[in-house]
């Protein structure tokens, strides 16, 4: 990555102003939520099983109001341009989760059959300890698993 | 649970939804050509080859539309202006573009034009007790920053690689799209990391989940070794080439990837540990 590229994203990382950029940043403010908590206090929302169940604790979660959100995020002000430097091997070619009740798993026109219930099934499976997989265009599935 | 993906639904009739998708599916660049592909021409061992790399992108591909569809939403509930939403619409037609277009050329292959998939293995839940906001910030630096940013070097390196004219076509039109979304994610992820109440914490406990996430890139890089044994094995197979490379090949793109563009970005965007991180990476690998 060039240093015009490299000093670019340190500007927007510290909300120097960019001429003209349209991506002026998120508000430093969280939006809040009408009669709400800001949206970070809500934490992680509700895990839920891979067999669409609860788990075990999350009741821990704070109850989440139905309201909708103030979209009102506030841009710092910004003006002018700095067109995105290509690097040189650049080709030229150029939910919190919902408030809403969970609805049960998605419909899939293709679904096979549903696997049986293993003895255990009415046991819900802990949540995986690492929600969050980072994917890649890596060219073995079995690698794909941290 | 488990299901087969396919490409369109099913129907006796002529489906709208179906039309849309042929539509949106068609690359922004240039053409596939796909009824000039003789695939008679090629070598089963050469096609087997091809099958299996385009199974799993159409694997991974998917992957990356469940998440990447999730991310729009949730940028939609921190109150990002509009135009997140609207680069977001383009990244996640790319993505449908990708899945699409790694399932057609493994059917054209001989292989399946459908793909398995796990629920399971999507993980679309935010961590417990992390913030929205967090989520967002370390999900767009690890899937975008690092994820998109290596997938776009791998895609050149498979460019350059690729000796079949309709492999040409296809890594191409995903090329196009991987290298914008490298640029967005970086440009998001720079303004995920303007300060806020609270930055300080956040930022840190990203910082401190980098040696996990390199290490994670790596595995799925298929990176077995350190960078001077990696560098010296062959990029690619001999034959034909349908767009892929071998394992050292995408560890190599991993090395350069790393070294040239993720690390030296991620210090610019205000997190300094990523060197000692790659480090500490690079002296396990020996």
New interface residues.
Partial sequence: ?NPR???R??R????VALAGA??????????KLINGPS???????D??T??GAPADDAGTTQPRPNHP?????R?PADAGTDA?AADA???A??????TAPNPG?PI?????P??APTADAGTPPA??P????????????K???? | VTFRLARVSDAEDELLLTVEHERLVAPRKGEVRWASFDASAYSDADKAVGIEAWQARALTEMHSLALFTQLATQVQLLGAPLDWSGAFARINEDEVRHVDLSLRMSQVLGGPATVELDEAAFHLHPRRGQSLRAHVRQTIVGAFCIGETLSGRMFRRALQAATVPLARDVVSAVLVDETFHGEFGWEVGALLMRPHDGFEEERAALAAQLPELFAHFARASCVTGGREWTFAQPEVAPGENFGTLTDEGYARAFFEGMDADVVPALEAIGLPEARAAWDGLLAKLG
């Fill in positions: 990555m590229r490299l000093d994203l340190k927007l990382a510290t909300g349209t991506t002026a940043g998120l508000s430093c403010e969280e939006p949206i970070s206090s809500l934490a992680a929302p895990v839920e891979a067999n959100l103030i979209n009102a995020p841009r995105p091997d650049t080709p070619a150029g939910q919190a989760e919902d798993p899939r026109l293709n679904a096979p549903r696997r949540p995986a690492r929600p969050q997989a980072p994917l890649i265009n890596a060219p073995n599935p690698l794909k698993q941290p």
